[in-house]
């Protein structure tokens, strides 16, 4: 007898798993876990803003939270129904949340449940047949010609942070930059020459804006103060001219912040004698109004301002009655 003919026979193959079982083997042990991966895949394969992050960070821990005021965490994700989520709302209508922030809730619980069903973990989302609240579109607010000319020319200290908040408010007026961009911008994305700003906008896209005339002029006269920023720092980002540098700066010399940005601007609308509830986003939307005003089309408009969906630019069109009638007047037969 061979040794081939002596060995016990091989034990058969076990079956493979299937891929829905697979992934239930490799998902998380708790809610929380659920919760967590999806938002590192926002952060690492969507390239979602920190502000996106913590937002659907909150609305699925107020919706764990209400779960676990029912003892019923153990349910989540696979276990959840139509019902359930339906109390959820119930309830944060109950806590008297508007209903945007419902909507933005909802936002989340689809998010999530979309991820799920993609990664096999769960078999259906409690989502389906769920509709949004009804919003009434609200309007953004904007300045007028004058009153962003008023605040501009106000700035007419010789300090260095004069320069620089003077240069700062003139791009967000002269690109219609988010404030989130602003802050991001480093030496590298600015090409003064040719006039062009380069940001990077939701989801980490690029875009690359004409600045304007007015705003050139203050960025070139910031850049040549900047370097005052970072005082007796010599390693300061401010003392740096590297292209990853960053542009607007503190009184440490290291890079500005969305919520310092909303804090100069407040205070140079005091001085400039105009009121205090406009943000650095107001000065956005007064760039796509004025441009629209001005007869720039809306496709165009969408382009600069970075909007995934002509709807969103199509708000500003409700803001400028006196430029439509004109449209009316000159192009319509019957006028």
Known sequence: MTLAQA????????????????????APDSPEGFVDRYLTHLKDER????????????????????????????????????LVVRAFLADQSAKQLGKRSIARRLAG????????????????????????PKLGRALPKFLNERDVARLLDAIQGTRWFDARDRAMLELCYGAGVRVSELVGVNLEDMDLDRGLLRVRGKGKKERLLPMGGSAVRAMA??????PEAAAMRPNAPAASRAGHAPVFANKWGTRLDVRSVRRLLRKRLGEAGLPLNATPHTLRHSYATHLLDRGADLRSVQELLGHSSLSTTQVYT?????????????????A
């Open 318 to 334: 409700h803001l400028t009655p006196s430029r439509l009638k004109e449209i009316y007047a000159k192009a319509h037969p019957k």
């Open 221 to 226: 006269g910031w850049l040549l103060r900047r």
């Open 47 to 82: 390239n979602a803003s920190a502000h996106t992050i913590k937002a659907y960070s909150e609305d699925l821990g107020a919706f764990l939270n209400f779960l676990e005021g029912r003892k019923e965490c153990a349910r989540f994700p696979h276990r959840i129904d139509r």
């Open 109 to 132: 619980l689809r998010g999530i449940y979309k991820f799920l069903l993609k990664r096999k973990l769960v078999e259906r989302s409690p989502l389906d047949g769920i509709r949004n």
């Open 7 to 26: 060995a016990p026979p091989a034990p058969p193959a076990a079956p493979a798993a299937s891929p829905r079982k697979a992934a239930r083997a490799a």
